[in-house]
């Protein structure tokens, strides 16, 4: 057991020395930041959405825009796909569950906003038919993805591809990822 729980550590520093040693991945989060803090900046807002441990990260990012990460500051708007348990189920239900983001992004989004997916696949059909969507509008797009970012990753204005192939691994990642993210918007520049 002790050996197991050393082995899982080892592999989620592997993924994050991974992050680091790669100039390309580590601009493109930088990049990301300065996108995001452009559209809440200028009365855009930050749309999140994905699916089971990425539906909590989210959330987790929306609270810390909305409210903060780590400096005293005004509110920005930010807005959670997977939060509505009514709305999810009445779209899945009535018009299956690949449409139940891309309806709602169809519902809230306007050019001034971004649409952020997380997904460790790359590949689940309910984001990228939002990605997708986003894009329609005329809106900004980002991922945070995993694996070789799948077919997301071909359709998405910003995105940040994790080189690793475990989903647990991959959102450990994606965490830290997005508390860089969130100091870095609250950062004054
Ligand atoms: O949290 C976990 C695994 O750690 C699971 O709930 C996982 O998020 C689900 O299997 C998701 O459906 C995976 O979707 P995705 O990351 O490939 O888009
Ligand atoms: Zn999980």
């Known amino acids: 057991m002790i050996e197991l729980i050393q082995q899982r550590l080892r592999e ?16 493109a989060i930088s990049s990301l930041s300065c ?4 559209i809440l900046l200028n009365g855009g ?15 987790h990012m929306a609270g810390e825009i909305v409210g903060r ?6 509110p920005w708007p930010a807005i959670v796909l997977n939060a509505d348990i009514a709305t999810m189920t009445a779209i899945s239900n009535d018009y299956g ?12 989004m306007t050019d001034k906003d971004m649409l952020l997916g997380i997904s460790t696949s790359g590949n689940s ?3 990228y038919q939002a990605i997708k969507e986003a894009g329609r ?25 994790v080189p690793c192939s475990v989903t647990a691994r991959v959102q450990e990642c994606h965490i830290t990822i997005i508390h860089i993210l969130c100091e870095l918007i609250e950062l004054d520049n």
């Open 45 to 59: 807002k930050l749309i999140l959405c994905g699916n089971g441990g990425s539906a909590s990260d989210a959330l």
């Open 97 to 108: 569950y690949d449409n139940i983001y891309s309806r709602q992004v169809k519902g809230f």
């Open 69 to 74: 990460f780590q400096k005293e500051r005004e």
């Open 35 to 38: 996108e995001i803090k452009t």
């Open 137 to 161: 509008i005329g809106g900004k797009t980002a991922a945070l993805l995993g694996r070789d970012g799948g077919k997301i990753k071909e359709c998405v204005d910003n995105p940040i591809v």
């Open 12 to 27: 989620s520093i592997a993924v994050k020395e991974l992050v680091i040693s790669n100039q390309e991945l580590t601009e």
């Open 125 to 127: 059909e309910n984001i």
